[in-house]
């Protein structure tokens, strides 16, 4: 139904809790299957663009659709490619540094 809204507020608390529950699994369950659909068709070739596109109407939102892709390969259990910066400069917020085309910075 979509563009309606529901009022819920004749809803008791306790039906209201098992309606958001549902939906919160309900969501979760489809951002999975997402993510695994993403790197499906990334891994068959299809343009960042193309995803960005497909995902958010967009097809500038190219590093949102690498971040979609990125959690998939997380969830299922592949390792997630490092990326250089556009720049070449990058902050390590876990080690801390700062590095310059992919290297650390000499002191």
Partial sequence: MAGHTHDTGELPA???RDI???AADLQADLQRRLRAMVVRLRDGGTS???LAALLYGDPSKRSSARAVYDAGLRQLGRAVPERAPKDGIAADVINGGIF???GPAED
């Fill in 14 to 16: 306790d039906e209201l």
């Fill in 20 to 22: 958001a529950q549902a």
């Fill in 48 to 50: 960042w663009a193309d």
């Fill in 100 to 102: 310059f085309n992919g």
